[in-house]
Structures are given as structure tokens and as C-alpha cells.
């Protein structure tokens, strides 16, 4: 069974409009870590923001944020603004016990 | 401060052959992990060293090996190998009791 669930294969947006990238995942680990990491066509993995299972709050950092709702194990992406150089592979990813997992990817193509 | 290293960059290597990649962490970090990303596979987890020690494996056979030196740099070797271990792969490095990893750029192996 899978993880981590990108359901997104491609998504548009206009460019300085919001998009929200999808995020379910599954975990029997009452402890886990949530992880958005963007891939740009150079290959290297940057990473974006974090949510822990246990935090009350959504985490943002600058124009992202998290939408954690852990009831329905989900921890979608919001990306506020979007500009030109946006444009890449987006990775959610989790950690459990000491496994980290990644989804499938959702490829971001922000229009001028 | 610098990122986390990985060299090389490129290579190209004949199937059967044994290769091996190099990773130096960000200073401080001891945690050291490794991912091969194929695009049908996507991400996966090879395995994750914190000092010296492996901590965890993937679902890799034996031709995929590991280790960590204990500066924290980290090496993995790659024997006999097929086409099919073409892939980008990447290192990460975190410390100890923080969740988020930080990647290099990868090293992208092509087997011919």
C-alpha cells in the first residue's frame, strides 16, 4: 500500500495566483514527520517546510504552507503568489520510526 | 555555510562494472542518508549512517553498499552493475534530533 499520495501528476496556475499541491498519506506511527520538498530540472532536492504530527498548528514559511489535517492524514501545499520560478517537481514526503518515504510527485508549471 | 557535497557530478559506467559516490554532509550534521531516484521507481530509500553506523536499510540487494567515515562524510558503492541501476542519486544530511534533511545536487549515473 502506498504511503505517500500524490493523486497530482501536473498541475498549471497563473502566474501570482495561489495552488494547492494534494498530500495524503498513511502511518500507524503516532510520531511522524510531514515534508514538502520542490525538485527543479537541475535535480537538486530543496527543501520547503515541515509539519510534525504532534504541532497544533499549520506550519508557513514565506509564500508556503501546510494544510495539516491529521483526522484525514493529509498535508497539502499552498503556495501563495505564484512566480515563473515555481516551476518544478514538488515532493511530499514523510517520516516514520526511522523510514523516510516520498510520493510519486506533482509537476508545478506556473503560466506568465 | 556549505551544503551538502556530492561528487561527482556526472558518470558513466560500463554494466558490470563498480562505482562509487561520494557525499559530504553540511558541517555538524552526522546523519547521512541515500536515495536513488528513477522515474519509474520515483525516490527510494537506500540506506542511512549516523555515526559510522548504518541505521537503516531499503529494500536494495547486496551490490548496493555504504559507509560513513567519521569525519561524517559517506561513501556508497555500487558492484556489478546492471543498466537498470541508471538513476539520479541523491545524499542527504540532517542532525541528529532534527527531522529535516538537506540534499546535495546528486550524482547522476548512467550505465551503459
Known amino acids: 500500500a502506498q504511503k505517500i499520495t500524490q493523486t497530482q501528476p501536473g498541475m498549471f496556475v497563473q502566474e501570482k495566483e495561489a495552488v494547492t499541491l494534494d498530500c495524503t498519506y498513511d502511518t500507524s506511527d503516532p510520531s511522524y514527520g510531514l515534508f514538502w520538498y520542490k525538485q527543479p530540472s537541475s535535480g537538486e532536492m530543496i527543501f520547503l517546510i515541515y509539519?510534525?504530527?504532534?504541532?497544533?498548528q499549520n506550519a508557513t514559511e514565506g509564500r508556503y504552507s501546510l494544510n495539516f489535517q491529521k483526522a484525514r492524514k493529509s498535508a497539502n501545499l499552498v503556495i501563495s503568489a505564484s512566480q515563473l520560478g515555481d516551476s518544478a517537481m514538488y515532493f511530499c514526503a514523510m517520516r516514520e520510526y526511522n523510514d523516510m518515504r516520498f510520493g510519486a510527485g506533482t509537476r508545478l508549471t506556473v503560466k506568465p | 555555510k556549505a551544503g551538502v557535497t556530492q561528487t561527482p557530478r556526472y558518470l558513466i559506467k560500463t554494466r558490470g562494472q563498480q562505482v562509487t559516490l561520494s557525499c559530504s554532509p553540511i558541517s555538524g550534521h552526522r546523519s547521512v542518508s541515500w536515495y536513488q531516484q528513477t522515474p519509474g521507481q520515483g525516490l527510494q530509500f537506500l540506506f542511512e549512517?549516523?555515526?559510522?553506523?548504518?541505521?537503516n536499510k531499503g529494500n536494495f540487494p547486496g551490490r548496493f553498499s555504504g559507509r560513513q567515515f567519521s569525519n561524517s562524510r559517506s561513501e556508497m558503492n555500487v558492484s556489478t552493475l546492471e543498466l537498470g541501476d541508471s538513476a539520479l542519486y541523491l545524499c542527504?544530511?540532517?542532525?541528529?534530533?532534527?527531522?529535516?534533511?538537506?540534499f546535495g545536487q546528486g550524482t547522476r549515473l548512467t550505465v551503459v
Open positions: 549512517y549516523f555515526s559510522e553506523t548504518q541505521r
Open positions: 509539519q510534525g504530527s504532534y504541532d497544533q
Open positions: 542527504a544530511s540532517r542532525l541528529e534530533n532534527r527531522p529535516v534533511a538537506f
